[in-house]
C-alpha cells in the first residue's frame, strides 16, 4: 500500500494568501490539495497541522473515502468551513497521489470525460453602466461565451464586485473589515438598466450572470428576476441567504429567472432541501469547502436527480490546485452547467505551475498524472502571510447589514 509517511501546511502569499497541504507516501509520491478559507486562512492551517496531520501518518492513501469518512465523523464537531476546507485539502492531495499512481488524469478515474472542456465564465465589472459593457465586450472578444456583469451603484462610494483592476481582482483587501455603504433601493434600479445595455451591446449569444450577493429579501430578489426576464439571465447568483433554504421558494414564486448558490456551502445538508424541491437551478459549492472531490461528487449526484445543474465557485481565493480539481470534476459530471474563472497573478501561476488551459471561452485540466498542478515551495516560501478580510457592508444608516 502507498502508505502516508509524511504532510505538511504550506502557507504562501503570492499576491493574496493561500494554504495547501502537502501529503508524501512511502515511495515519494506526493499530492496537493487546497485549504483556502478566505480571510480566515490560518484557522484551517492550524486545524490541518495541530489535529488532522497526525491521524494521517501510517495510512494507506488509496482508501480515500475511509479517510474523508474517518476524519468528518471522527471529530465529533462535524462540518463547518474550517473542517470542511480541512478535509477537502486531504481528499484532493489524496486523489492528486491517486491519480499519479495510476499514471491518469483525475477526471479519468472520476469515469472519464462527459465533454469536451469546461464552459466557464469571466468577470466584466465597472464603476459604470457603460464601463462595465466595455468590459464585456472585451470578454467577448477573447471568446468568452459567459461573462457575470456587475456595475457600481449611483450614489455610493463603492460596491462589491466591482474593481478597480478588471482582470486580477480580491475581494480580500485590508488588515482589517473595510465598511462599505448599502442602499437596496439605488441597487435594484441601476441592474435592469445594466442587463439592457449589455444586451443591447453584446447580443443574444452571450449568457449573461449577475451575482447579487446575498443581499436582497426574497421578495426583492423575486422582483429584480422578474424584472431581468426580458434579458434572459444565465442565472442569478447568490439572490438571498441561504440558511433558510425555505426562502427561495418565495423567490421561485415570482421569477422564472434561474437560480444560483451555494458558494459559502460546505456539506450537502446544506443544500439538499434547495435540490430536493428544485429551488435551485445550479448549485455552486465548490471542492475546497465542500470536502473535496468526493463529497462534491455526492452533491453533484443528488442535483442529477432533480435537474440541478453545477456551477461551481471559482474565484481567486482557489488556488490553481482547487482551480484544477474543480476542472477535472466538471469535465466528468454529467450535470455541469458553468464553471466561475477568474485569473490568477502572475505570481500565482510562478507558485503553481499548472497544465490546466484556456481557449475560446472554455478550459480543460490537461492530461497530466493527477491534477497536474505543482508547488514551487522555494519560491512560495518568499511570500509571507498577509493577513487580509473580507469588507462588510452596512446601510446608510448605520446598520449592520445581513448577507
Not at 481557449?359 to 492530461?367: C, F, K, L, V
Amino acid at each position: 500500500m502507498p502508505k502516508i509517511i509524511d504532510a505538511k501546511v504550506i502557507v504562501t502569499s503570492p499576491g493574496r494568501n493561500f494554504v495547501t497541504l502537502k501529503i508524501v507516501t512511502q515511495d515519494g509520491v506526493y499530492g496537493l490539495g487546497d485549504a483556502t478559507l478566505n480571510g480566515r486562512e490560518l484557522s484551517v492551517a492550524s486545524y490541518l497541522q495541530d489535529h488532522v496531520i497526525p491521524c494521517l501518518i501510517g495510512r494507506d492513501a488509496h482508501r480515500i473515502e475511509d479517510i474523508w469518512q474517518y476524519l468528518y465523523k471522527g471529530a465529533y464537531w462535524r462540518r463547518g468551513p474550517v473542517t470542511m476546507s480541512a478535509i477537502a485539502a486531504v481528499d484532493t492531495a489524496l486523489w492528486d497521489i491517486k491519480g499519479k499512481l495510476a499514471g491518469l488524469s483525475v477526471y479519468q478515474l472520476l469515469g472519464g470525460a462527459s465533454r469536451e472542456s469546461v464552459m466557464v465564465y469571466g468577470h466584466a465589472n465597472g464603476t459604470t453602466i457603460e464601463d462595465t459593457v466595455r468590459v464585456a465586450l472585451e470578454y467577448q472578444a477573447q471568446g468568452y461565451r459567459a461573462i457575470r456583469i456587475q456595475c457600481g451603484v449611483p450614489g455610493m462610494a463603492s460596491t462589491y464586485g466591482v474593481s478597480k483592476d478588471k482582470y486580477f481582482y480580491e475581494p480580500a483587501d485590508a488588515d482589517l473589515p473595510t465598511e462599505n455603504v448599502w442602499n437596496t433601493s439605488k441597487y435594484l434600479r441601476v441592474v435592469p438598466e445594466l442587463f439592457k445595455a449589455a444586451r443591447e451591446a453584446l447580443g443574444w449569444d452571450v449568457h449573461l450572470l449577475h451575482d447579487i450577493h446575498h443581499r436582497l429579501t426574497p421578495i426583492e430578489a423575486g422582483r429584480l428576476g422578474k424584472d431581468l426576464e426580458p434579458y434572459r439571465p444565465f442565472w442569478l447568483e447568490d439572490a438571498t441567504p441561504a440558511e433558510n433554504q425555505e426562502a427561495f421558494r418565495l423567490i421561485r414564486q415570482h421569477t422564472t429567472t434561474p437560480l444560483a448558490v451555494g458558494e459559502i456551502f460546505n456539506s450537502i445538508h446544506d443544500c439538499r432541501e434547495l435540490i430536493e424541491n428544485q429551488l435551485i437551478d445550479y448549485i455552486r459549492a465548490t471542492v475546497v469547502h465542500a470536502g473535496g472531490i468526493s463529497h462534491l461528487r455526492k452533491i453533484a449526484n443528488l442535483a442529477d436527480l432533480y435537474q440541478v445543474r453545477t456551477g461551481c465557485h471559482g474565484a481567486t481565493d482557489l488556488s490553481p490546485v482547487c482551480m484544477a480539481a474543480a476542472l477535472h470534476f466538471d469535465l466528468s459530471v454529467p450535470n455541469f452547467g458553468v464553471q466561475e474563472y477568474m485569473r490568477h497573478t502572475a505570481e500565482t501561476d510562478a507558485v503553481f505551475p499548472h497544465a490546466y488551459t484556456f481557449a475560446d471561452g472554455a478550459m480543460h485540466p490537461g492530461e497530466a498524472p493527477g491534477l497536474g498542478v505543482d508547488i514551487d515551495e522555494e519560491l512560495a516560501a518568499r511570500y509571507e502571510y498577509d493577513r487580509a478580510f473580507l469588507p462588510v457592508n452596512r446601510l446608510e444608516d448605520g446598520t449592520m447589514f445581513n448577507w
